[in-house]
């Protein structure tokens, strides 16, 4: 049945864009990527999809003779970040300019590797300086400035990863850039109670993600700021039974920027974050008091402050630096009961560098990247101390063919 579905949607991304190609108004650009990755991998990660996507090494995890179960090395190689999708331009609407897009790969989830999972889905109406879109892309705080990386995870931890349903509105002139959105989660949702993602947290809130962004850019080159707003209600009744809308906020502030000019370009990106941690970054929230009658509890996010630098040089032959820099900060109160991603990690440090060949229709590339992680026990601040640190070591080989 899988496969069938999936010769029918492949089938219908090739070949309806032809039927419709003589509607009156409407033009269709087929493009895409087959991509091979080999990977090598020095210990065991937090990592997703097959360890397509590498985070920062697991902590140690020692046998009866102490020898470390994560200290184990890997292998792998894997082809689900192929794509295939089409970019459509449309008849104006009251004189707006409209412009589709949908791309799909076969990454599927964590589960389900080499099934058909939607990247972009998404209409935009564009006039005089002003845009306004609809449907998934990338989170609007993550394409601020991204850096340019032959990894998939694009610099996570440090760099936020994610792409969401919004409603994003633009305005861009010749100095300056104004954006502000309204964003959902569902390809992954924040941590609640128990470690468990889900996107009831915040449909119960009622309130979307909340961001706005200011740039002043002269051509390629931008400097700029950021902030978003995330309000979850993490439960609605108590562990004795009582309603409950007891919310935990967060409020992530950042600044970036980039200059290129030839070949050379470098970009650079902080954030301090508040429980953002459905962006393939570290962050969550703790319990801060609880009402002993009916169970409610009050919440504190914690802080995470992230990092990166990426230096890239050439044409044809491309080399680059990143380096990246997280810090746990902990909570502005004493919290218990914590929840989310990296609540036990102090700090994480990673550098790679990397040289691809590149000609028409081909990108060869070769990456080395070095992770270090401090683990340790947090304190009533969540802040974690009494740390040690473990490293991995990775090395990644990709041929893509680009159409």
Known sequence: MKKRLFTFALFAMIALPT????????TYKIYGQVRTDFYFNSRQNNESVDGALLSYPKAK?????????????????????????????????GGWKTSAKIEFDFRGNSTNLGIIRMRHAYFQLAKNGFSFLAGQTWHPLQ????????????????????????????????????RAAMVWQAMVASMGPGNT??????????????????????????????????????????????????????????????????LFTIAAKTILNENFNHANTLGGYGVSSIDTRTGKKKYAPLRVSQSWVNIMYGSKWRGGLYAGYLKNLGASKNVTDLVGVGTNV??????????????????FGLEYNFTSA???????????????????????FAAMFMF
């Open 374 to 396: 401090w683990y340790g026990t947090p304190d009533a601040k969540g802040k974690v101390k009494n740390t040690y640190d473990v490293s991995n070591h990775r090395l990644l």
């Open 197 to 262: 993602r889900s996107r009831e947290y915040l449909r119960n809130s009622k309130i979307p993600e909340l961001f706005a962004s200011i740039d002043v850019h002269q051509g390629s080159n931008t400097i700029g700021v950021a902030a978003h707003f995330i309000s979850l209600i993490p439960e609605i009744k108590t562990e004795l039974g009582y309603k409950t809308n007891a919310r935990v906020n967060g409020l992530s502030l950042e600044a970036h920027g980039k200059y290129s000019k030839d």
């Open 346 to 363: 102090d700090q994480i440090a990673s550098v790679s560098g990397e040289l691809t060949y590149n000609i028409p229709g081909w990108k």
């Open 19 to 26: 039927l419709w190609a003589q509607k009156e108004g409407f």
């Open 143 to 178: 394409n601020t400035v991204t850096p340019e990386l032959m990894n998939l995870n694009s610099g996570a931890p440090f760099q936020l990863l994610l792409r969401t349903p919004q409603l994003h509105f633009q305005y861009q002139d010749n100095l300056i850039k104004v």
């Open 61 to 93: 995890d020692l046998d009866p003779s102490g020898k470390d179960l994560n200290g184990v090395a890997n292998l792998n190689m894997y082809n689900m970040h192929s794509r295939l999708g089409v970019d459509v331009t449309g008849p104006s609407l």
